[in-house]
């Protein structure tokens, strides 16, 4: 049948690619609106998501996953590890982000749950719960998106990609780029032959573009050689896969990206953008109202992509207290304790329990978050929350939002559907 439609097309002198007659992803992207939830911080530690696990090592020098390995004993290491992957997310997560109405989980996984380099102090063992996130993702009807969070050398040098640095060195050095691309032809083999549960894999989360045309360089030739692998997992003469390659802007504004990996040459890319307002400090310093505002002006830059556009992070907390929120041992810029910042206000009844929130605040969560969800579907193809749970940072949390009613029960079931106007 391709074959004849092809001949048909081509007698009809249309120049559409056999693929793109074919391809039909397991999510009907750009017509259904992506709701959902990142699982941050569980096959990728964070310290912020669960301070306690790096609290209870007693060593400040451990604060990413590579300084988890490195700086005590592994036995004990690789038992907290499988403690954690065994209990910080189970199957009841999946059937509880099914019930709210949530289509999507982006799973952060790092490369060295594939492979770990000489001298690389990583554990591994994360596989066995990627396998069965992809069960629990099936039995519950969820779309699961695999998000390399962490390459070699690291891509941003936040202590998400696993290695806390400076800055980045994944791009700076060809082994860590083939690497990278390995571990990527890896997960393609693995994942794309379930396109109903996996229909889209994020090949690199984060690459940090701000740091210049090295990282932004390497970035595009990445996306450029993860596109084969994700879509040509079993080679360019084997018929594409109906996987979506899900790319990060690198911090990148939409012109930056104006007509890359568009159609017709390729088909089923994504661009996927990050929008947090509590990273600088004029963005902590803003009042609840230029929030919402914020958020409501993204609009207009959502709608200037030319790729599907899914805000795959983002969140309601409008300051950075979360404990460990910009690195472990590293303060906050909205009481002044991160250094060189001016104090905005008091950390306290910010973050942490959602019982410490006073109503306002709870009143305010609920309109930031529904500022934003409405923005992200008008203008973008869908959103995913940063994050599903957190151990001490409720602000950040779907699942106290939901349970202290900042978040509705049905995301398609808004309280304030007018806050945009
Ligand atoms: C490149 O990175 C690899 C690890 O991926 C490391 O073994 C090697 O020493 C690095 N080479 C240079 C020149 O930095
Ligand atoms: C990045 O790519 C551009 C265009 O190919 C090239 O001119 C430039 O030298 C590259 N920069 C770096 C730092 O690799």
């Not at 007698?11 to 992207?29: D, H, T």
């Not at 910080?88 to 799973?107: C, P, Y």
């Not at 193809?381 to 599903?388: E, L, M, R, Y």
């Amino acid at each position: 049948m391709p074959f004849l439609r092809h001949v048909a097309f081509a007698l009809l002198g249309l120049s559409l690619a056999p693929s793109a007659l074919s391809f039909s992803p397991g999510f009907p992207y750009g017509s259904q609106k992506v709701r959902g939830v990142n699982l941050g911080g569980w096959l990728v530690l964070e310290p912020w998501i669960t301070p306690s696990l790096f609290d209870n090592t007693g060593n400040s020098a451990i604060v990413d996953e590579w300084t988890f390995g490195q700086h005590q004993n592994r036995v004990v290491a690789e038992a907290t590890l499988q403690t954690h992957w065994n209990t910080w997310i189970t199957e009841s997560d999946f059937a509880n982000i099914a019930a709210a109405g949530l289509n999507h989980v982006r799973l952060p996984i790092g490369y060295w749950a594939f492979e770990v380099g000489p001298g690389e102090p990583y554990i591994q063992g994360q596989l066995p719960y990627l396998q069965k996130a992809v069960t629990w993702a099936g039995n519950h009807g969820l779309k699961l998106i695999i998000d390399l969070h962490g390459a070699p050398g690291s891509q941003n040098g936040f202590d998400n990609s696993g290695q806390r640095m400076s800055f980045p060195h994944w791009q700076s050095n060809q082994t860590n780029i083939d690497r990278t691309n390995a571990v990527m032809k890896t997960i393609a083999t693995m994942f794309t032959s379930n396109p109903n549960v996996i229909p889209i894999i994020a090949p690199l989360n984060e690459p940090a573009g701000f740091d210049g045309a090295a990282v932004l360089n390497a970035t595009r030739d990445y996306w450029g050689s993860s596109y084969q692998s994700i879509r040509y997992p079993h080679g360019q003469s084997q018929s594409p896969s109906n996987i979506v390659e899900l790319i990060h802007d690198a911090f990148q504004p939409p012109s930056y990206w104006k007509g890359f990996e568009v159609a017709p040459n390729f088909q089923g890319v994504a661009m996927d953008t990050h929008i947090y307002q509590v990273f600088s400090d004029s963005e902590v310093a803003m009042s609840y109202q230029q929030h919402i505002k914020t958020a409501c002006q993204t609009q207009s830059t959502l709608s200037s992509y030319d790729l599907w556009i899914i805000v795959g992070e983002w969140a309601s907390a409008p300051t950075d207290c979360a404990k460990y929120l910009n690195g472990r041992g590293v303060g906050a810029r909205y009481d002044g304790s991160y250094s060189g910042s001016t104090k905005v206000g008091s950390c306290s009844g910010m973050t942490g329990s959602a019982s410490s929130f006073s109503s306002s605040y709870k009143t305010f969560l609920g309109q930031f978050w529904e500022a934003q969800v409405i923005s992200y579907e008008k203008s973008g193809d869908g959103w995913i929350q940063w994050t599903w749970k957190a151990e001490n940072a409720d602000d950040w949390s779907y699942e106290a939002g939901l349970a202290n009613g900042w978040i509705p029960k049905d995301p398609t079931k808004l309280q304030y559907p007018n806050i945009c106007n």
